[in-house]
């Protein structure tokens, strides 16, 4: 089988170099990744399942170390001045704003889901805690917690337009004028 892909590789060489030379601007590195396919070819023969398939083989490794090396030697520039993180005080005040205005909006939840989310979110306590003091199962627990977090969000994004970075919530507009936030 080695001598038949040798053979093979012999007669495919010249293509699977220009292959590589469409997506390869720099002749060296033609010669790098022809070179590389070769030795990933002949050490994953075995993987090979047809001997009529070798061609196709061969150009699907080709085209997968193109895109490796691509991968590998993507250009990073740095982001420009004007799109730094904001100031923490600023991200620290917009999160004030944000809690002293989800209060009311979590009052206005169903009683079943309300007290699961204020044990979740306000007092820190494990979703097994917040089953044991409601007298539900866990997956209950964690069911109207989720479907709180769910309605709170509807709530919000209704009244608001969020700005979200890493950080949490950076900042927010109320979308009319009667909103509370």
């Known amino acids: 089988m080695k001598r038949l892909m040798l053979e093979q590789w012999q ?8 292959y590589v030379a469409h997506y390869v601007d720099d002749e060296d590195l033609v010669d790098d990744i022809l070179q590389e396919v070769y030795l990933k070819a002949h050490t994953q023969l075995h993987q090979l399942k047809a001997k009529g398939s070798l ?11 193109i895109m490796d090396h691509y991968r590998r030697t993507k250009p990073h520039e740095p982001l420009p001045e004007e ?3 904001p100031q923490t005080e600023q991200v620290g005040l917009a999160h004030q704003q944000v809690a002293q205005c989800i209060r009311p909006f979590i009052d206005e939840l169903a009683d079943k889901y309300r007290q699961p989310l204020i044990m979740a979110e306000l007092e820190g306590q494990t979703q097994q805690q ?4 409601l007298s539900l199962s866990l997956s209950g627990a964690k069911s109207r917690v989720q479907r709180g977090r769910q309605q709170l969000k509807r709530k ?9 970075g890493q950080d ?13 936030c």
Do not use: M
């Open 55 to 65: 061609s196709a083989w061969l150009y699907r490794i080709a085209h997968n170390t």
């Open 130 to 133: 917040i089953a044991d003091a």
């Open 168 to 180: 949490g919530v950076l900042d927010y507009q109320p979308k009319q004028k009667g909103c509370q």
């Open 83 to 85: 799109l730094a993180q």
């Open 11 to 18: 007669q495919l060489k010249h293509k699977l170099r220009g």
């Open 156 to 164: 919000l994004t209704a009244c608001c337009d969020f700005e979200v």
